[in-house]
């Protein structure tokens, strides 16, 4: 499906980007689930619970708009492009779409004075990451999410996947 985003058909860009966005959450759905019982009654287990619910509830707007074929066209541009990226593991330059399509040129940010925009740019950028730490790619095209805490944890996956 992936191999013909991006090329003038916005009504399969769409389909593709609520299928990755769709199965990204899976992913994180069933890794949070996959807990041991112990692990998840703790403290940060019930807040990555949280987030991905606080997640999910930010992205529904983005969702039905483009399962109804109505988000702007430059998002859907930016979002083909993102998605596109990702599914080349090329997380760096996904990254730097993100930015453009978040701040953009200009001196204030367009999506700070819409909450909603917001909101579901905020979760894509989450699924974003999630989407690096289940498919790492080449270091070199990483984007830099982990806090410097797990840092050593990220680099530990990197190499076992470059295995």
């Known amino acids: 499906m992936a ?73 859907t541009d930016n979002l083909t492009e993102i998605i596109g990226h990702l599914l080349n593991a090329n997380n760096s330059r996904a990254s730097d779409v993100y930015l453009q399509m978040a701040i953009g040129n200009g001196p204030c940010p367009f999506v700070m004075n819409d909450v909603t925009k917001r909101k579901y740019i905020q979760g894509l950028k989450r699924l974003m990451f999630k989407c690096q730490e289940y498919y790492p790619p080449d270091p070199s095209r990483c984007a830099e999410y982990a806090p410097k805490r797990d840092k050593f944890l990220y680099t530990c996956n990197l190499t076992i996947f470059c295995m």
């Open 3 to 75: 191999k013909d985003m991006g090329k003038g058909d916005r009504e399969r860009d769409m389909e593709v980007i609520v299928q990755f966005l769709q199965f990204i959450l899976h992913l994180w759905h069933e890794q949070l689930q996959s807990r041991p019982a112990e692990e998840r009654r703790g403290i940060r287990a019930k807040q990555a619970w949280a987030t991905y619910t606080q997640t999910q509830d930010y992205l529904i707007p983005l969702l039905r708009k483009l399962k109804t074929l109505t988000l702007p066209e430059d998002i």
